[in-house]
T-cell receptor, first 115, second 112 residues
Framework: AQSVTQLGSHVSVSEGALVLLRCNYS??????LFWYVQYPNQGLQLLLK??????LVKGINGFEAEFKKSETSFHLTKPSAHMSDAAEYFC?????????????FGPGTSLSVIP | DVKVTQSSRYLVKRTGEKVFLECVQD?????MFWYRQDPGLGLRLIYF???????EKGDIPEGYSVSREKKERFSLILESASTNQTSMYLC???????????FGEGSRLTVL
């Protein structure tokens, strides 16, 4: 069965510092991987996704993630944190993009940005 | 603009009541999902549907059922609400071309 782990339920960084949010997955087949962001009192929205075209994926708002098969990881980074980046971030995995494939989410990481 | 609409943002129900949570999408997506979100546990999949009248259990289906009579509407039903079902419920639909999930704003259910 698929599963996703996110190391660190809460991460705090200073404004302008590097953001690194960790995600590891377990999947028996080459996975589809996603990062979603949830701002307070809102639903989730897609930041970026990996679907085997390229291992380094660029998303919205300056975020990017690198797929490392040997480490079963898909960590999210941003070179310079902004106050508006404070939110909950979720990593998700799916075995495919067909209608029969579940999308499983990790427990989430809450990012705080200190001025 | 794509849209997933959940009928109620906040609900308060009593133990034993039957609860309906409605979700409507306007994107003609075949795939729809219900998750519950709890602090420290992230999103857990309750049920999903891959077509009208079709449904599959997710990871935590106990105590829930679903209905998909029309393509645009996916309903979550709590036959007899219990206090441990107090949670935020999120509905999503999926674009089969991109794999992206589109979420509603959530329904926060409190069961007293």
């Amino acid at each position: 069965a698929q599963s996703v782990t996110q190391l660190g339920s809460h991460v705090s960084v200073s404004e302008g510092a590097l953001v690194l949010l960790r995600c590891n997955y377990s999947s028996s087949v080459p996975p589809y991987l996603f990062w979603y962001v949830q701002y307070p009192n809102q639903g989730l929205q897609l930041l970026l996704k990996y679907t085997s075209a390229a291992t380094l994926v660029k998303g919205i708002n300056g975020f990017e993630a690198e797929f490392k098969k040997s480490e079963t990881s898909f960590h999210l980074t941003k070179p310079s944190a902004h106050m508006s980046d404070a939110a909950e971030y979720f990593c998700a995995v799916s075995d495919g993009e067909t209608s029969y494939d579940k999308v499983i989410f990790g427990p989430g990481t809450s990012l705080s940005v200190i001025p | 603009d794509v849209k997933v609409t959940q009928s109620s943002r906040y609900l308060v129900k009593r133990t034993g009541e039957k609860v309906f949570l409605e979700c409507v999408q306007d994107m003609d997506h075949e795939n729809m999902f219900w998750y519950r979100q709890d602090p420290g546990l992230g999103l857990r999949l309750i049920y999903f549907s891959y077509d009208v009248k079709m449904k599959e259990k997710g990871d935590i289906p106990e105590g829930y059922s679903v209905s998909r009579e029309k393509k645009e509407r996916f309903s979550l039903i709590l036959e007899s609400a219990s206090t441990n079902q107090t949670s935020m419920y999120l509905c999503a639909s999926r674009d089969r071309n991109t794999g992206e999930l589109f979420f509603g704003e959530g329904s926060r259910l409190t069961v007293l």
